[in-house]
T-cell receptor, first 116, second 113 residues
Framework: EAGVAQSPRYKIIEKRQSVAFWCNPI?????LYWYQQILGQGPKLLIQ????????DSQLPKDRFSAERLKGVDSTLKIQPAKLEDSAVYLC??????????????FGPGTRLTVL | GEDVEQSLFLSVREGDSSVINCTYT??????LYWYKQEPGAGLQLLTY?????DMKQDQRLTVLLNKKDKHLSLRIADTQTGDSAIYFC?????????????FGSGTRLSIRP
């Protein structure tokens, strides 16, 4: 079974520029998550999709961040405009979407964003 | 609010046991997880424990849960160089139809020869 794919792996931009990240979850996984992991911290959930609907986006800075999962498969996360404090690794994860906490999340390798 | 705390670093000698500790605050958590993150890789679920259990053993891994003190630990027996990584403690709880995971800051485990 192929894992969660993310691209690009690395991105360097200047502040106020825009950037987009792409995630392809494991085939058949209904739930998709985007996390932000700042250096030295644990991942923080930004947004969670169930198929193509948003389940939780309470920690997404909606003035600059947006995400979509139009066909319930791939997802993109966009930052516009970027700030220095957005420098982090952006992790995508997916799960089957089963009820209950044994619904294991599988993580991609992440995209490391550096904002100069 | 929800919070998960861990010590930042742990150094052990190869072959010794490693014990990584974690404290959490949300008493409504039903499961507690341990994840492993190797350099340049995503997080890998190592093991989890139900909140109504005290201990879970899985090969070299032993998880101990003290629910009264909200303290969780991960013991790695016979620590090997391949165990070098950052270990994250995480709690999961449910609100309405969504589950949410809160991660600690991670403990970096280094192995001395």
């Amino acid at each position: 079974e192929a894992g969660v794919a993310q691209s690009p792996r690395y991105k360097i931009i200047e502040k106020r520029q825009s950037v987009a990240f792409w995630c392809n979850p494991i085939s058949g996984h209904a739930t998709l998550y985007w996390y932000q992991q700042i250096l030295g911290q644990g991942p923080k959930l930004l947004i969670q999709f169930q198929n193509n609907g948003v389940v939780d986006d309470s920690q997404l800075p909606k003035d600059r961040f947006s995400a979509e999962r139009l066909k319930g498969v791939d997802s993109t996360l966009k930052i516009q405009p970027a700030k220095l404090e957005d420098s982090a690794v952006y992790l995508c994860a997916s799960s089957r979407g089963l009820a209950g906490p044994t619904d294991t999340q599988y993580f991609g390798p992440g995209t490391r964003l550096t904002v100069l | 609010g929800e919070d998960v705390e861990q010590s930042l670093f742990l150094s052990v000698r190869e072959g010794d046991s490693s014990v990584i500790n974690c404290t959490y605050t949300d008493s409504s958590s039903t499961y507690l997880y341990w994840y492993k993150q190797e350099p340049g890789a995503g997080l890998q679920l190592l093991t989890y424990i139900f909140s109504n259990m005290d201990m879970k053993q899985d090969q070299r891994l032993t998880v101990l849960l003290n629910k009264k003190d909200k303290h969780l630990s991960l013991r790695i027996a016979d620590t090997q160089t391949g165990d070098s990584a950052i270990y994250f403690c995480a709690e999961i709880y449910f609100r309405s139809s969504a589950s949410k995971i809160i991660f600690g800051s991670g403990t970096r485990l280094s192995i001395r020869p």
